[in-house]
């Protein structure tokens, strides 16, 4: 059922025919990576606590998480905090969708920090390495 959903949103968003580039610019993205690291971040917490929670994820915590996994050095110089947390978000739904991380490894992944801010660092860590991210791949967007 899972991979039938990822199948469906890779078709579409036809993400094969983007670049990362695009991905990481692109704020629409970011809004199902909105969905998704809130998702991951809620599942996660839920497992530790037994109870049902609901969490939301902030623009401090992605751009702190950005900054610790090295996206931020991997990005135009000249993005706000809430550029850093779109890209973030982005790089973290498209890793999802292009099948290169389940919500599973996700999940797993979060559960491994110490705090919930190291686990966003983890995921967004996971995404990158993952999605194949490299500096060159992003680094010439002009922050548009």
């Not at 996971?126 to 922050?143: E, H, S, W």
Request: with cysteine; net charge positive; glycine share 8%.
């Amino acid at each position: 059922m899972a991979d039938d959903i990822v199948f469906r949103l890779q078709k579409a968003l036809e993400l094969q025919h983007l670049s990362l580039l695009c991905i990481v610019k692109d704020n629409r993205l970011s809004k199902l990576g909105d969905a998704v690291i809130n998702f991951i971040a809620s599942v996660s917490e839920t497992v530790r606590l037994g109870i049902p929670t609901g969490l939301r994820v902030d623009n401090k915590m992605l751009t702190k998480a950005v900054r610790e996994s090295g996206l931020r050095e991997r990005l135009a110089h000249r993005r706000n905090r809430h550029m850093l947390g779109d890209a973030a978000e982005a790089l973290i739904a498209y890793a999802w969708i292009k099948g290169n991380v389940t919500m599973g490894e996700y999940v797993e992944t979060m559960l491994r920090g110490e705090s919930l801010q190291d686990g966003i660092t983890l995921v967004l860590s996971l995404a990158i390495d993952r999605a194949g991210v490299k500096k060159d791949d992003v680094k010439n967007d002009q922050g548009s």
